[in-house]
């Protein structure tokens, strides 16, 4: 069967690497979660000392780009890829308030997006991939077969958010998430380069009162349609 890609865009917790991960599986196609690429330069100034409540060093963060290698090793017992920085696994680490509040202004570096594009579109560059993120129907795969928009409401993905921060033990307060769901929806909107904005061709897909199963269905027919 001929292989396409599938471009999955759309605000923070709109439930995008789930649905991606799903598709992946179920069509044996790659999955490329580029949040966590972002996510991955954060922890790395963070862990540096480059970023924090005042101070962001973006010069020195630019100088330090090419010590930076993000790659993505398959968990089997997990059912996808784990990213890992320099060799290390990070993919907990990277799931934290904490990283959430610095990765939209490590993301609004050009020199950190151009480094970042140009390994993503490595990865899809053999078709059949699911990759999910912001810019991928406009920057990354501006030709993607299937582009979607993922969108709910930001107490809705504040509530899943939260719910799932709990789950893994995180002590986290419910307006803090969405505050930040709210400030970094504002972040990826607004900035200069490749800011989050629906490609022309691509679907909007409001989840908001779906549950994972019905949404799961309802893209699969995209999907069929496609194929
Ligand atoms: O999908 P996520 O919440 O893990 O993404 C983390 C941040 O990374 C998000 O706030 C914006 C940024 N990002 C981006 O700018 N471009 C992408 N393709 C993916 C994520």
Redesign the pocket.
Known sequence: MKKITIAIDGF??TG?STVAKQLAKHLGYVYVD???M??AVAYYAMQKGLINERDFKVEELISQLSNIDIAFKFNEALGFAEVYLNGVNIEKEIRTLEVSNF??TV?SVSQVRKKLVEQQQKLGENKGVVM?????GTVVFPNAELKLFMTASAEKRAQRRYDELVEKGDAVDYEAVLKNVQD?DHL?TTRDDSPLVMADDAIEFDNSDLSREEQFEKILGLVGDKL
């Open positions: 923070s917790s995008k580029t949040g966590a972002y996510r990765v939209s993301a999910d993120g912001r810019d991928i970094r990826d």
